[in-house]
C-alpha cells in the first residue's frame, strides 16, 4: 500500500500538514480516527499523516508507536520514496525491520488440548485405577486385567528364561545344546514381546486417564 494522496474526506488535516501545523495535526488525528464513517484505507492515511507530524516534531518514540500500529494491522505497507521524506522513512523502516527481525510469540495452546497443567494423581499411574474411580469400569478393569497378565507373564518368561539359560549352560551333548538352546531362546523372545505389552498397556492407561475431563 503506497502512501500518496489523502482522500476527500480527510483532505483538511493533509492540507494543515503541508502547511506545517504539526501540533495542529496531532491534536485533531485522533479525532479522526474516532469517526465511525473512516474506511480502512482512510484510517492508514490518517495515521500516516499522524506519524509523520509526529516526526517533524522530533517526537519519533511516539512516530514509531504508531508506525507500528499501522505495521501490525498491514504487513505490507510502504511508503512512496517520491512523496514521503527521507526523515519519515527512516524512521518508518525501522519499525518495519523490527517487525522482521522480532520472533512471533509462540502461541498458546487450546485448554482442552493441555492436560498436565494440574499435578497427576497417583490413581493415574496404577493402569485401570484412574477409569475406574472416573466411572468408566469397563475400561478400567479391562486395562487393569491386561496390564497384570501380562506382568505375570513377563515375570514367568522371566524366570523361565533364567532356567532354560542354567541348563543350556550345563548341556554337554550337541542334542542337548540345541534343545535347550532353543527353549533358552523362545523364552527371550517371549519376554521381549511381554515387555512390549506391558509398556504398550500402561501407556494406554495413563493417555486415557490424562484426557479425561
Excluded: C
Aim: hydrophobic letters at 45%; proline letters at 7%.
Amino acid at each position: 500500500m503506497i502512501f500518496l494522496l489523502l482522500v476527500a474526506a480527510i483532505a483538511p488535516l493533509d492540507s494543515v500538514y503541508r502547511a506545517g501545523g504539526y501540533e495542529r495535526v496531532v491534536q485533531l488525528a485522533p479525532g479522526f480516527l474516532a469517526d465511525s464513517a473512516l474506511t480502512a484505507g482512510d484510517s492508514v492515511a490518517v495515521n500516516l499523516t499522524h506519524a509523520s507530524a509526529l516526526v517533524a516534531l522530533g517526537r519519533t518514540d511516539e512516530a514509531s508507536a504508531v508506525f507500528r500500529t499501522l505495521v501490525a494491522k498491514n504487513p505490507n505497507l510502504t511508503l512512496d520514496p517520491e512523496a514521503v521524506s527521507p526523515k519519515i522513512r527512516a524512521v518508518f523502516g525501522s519499525v518495519k525491520a523490527e517487525a522482521v527481525v522480532t520472533p512471533p510469540q509462540p502461541k498458546s495452546m487450546p485448554p482442552e488440548t493441555v492436560y498436565l497443567r494440574q499435578p497427576v494423581p497417583l490413581s493415574v499411574l496404577v493402569p485401570g485405577l484412574h477409569q475406574i474411580t472416573t466411572g468408566r469400569s469397563a475400561v478400567g478393569y479391562a486395562l487393569a486385567g491386561a496390564t497384570a497378565l501380562s506382568i505375570a507373564g513377563l515375570v514367568l518368561s522371566h524366570v523361565e528364561y533364567n532356567y532354560a539359560r542354567a541348563d543350556y549352560l550345563q548341556a554337554s551333548s550337541p542334542q542337548a545344546i540345541a534343545d535347550r538352546y532353543r527353549d533358552a531362546n523362545n523364552w527371550s523372545h517371549a519376554r521381549v514381546v511381554l515387555s512390549g505389552t506391558t509398556a504398550a498397556f500402561w501407556l494406554t492407561n495413563l493417555i486415557t486417564a490424562l484426557r479425561s475431563p
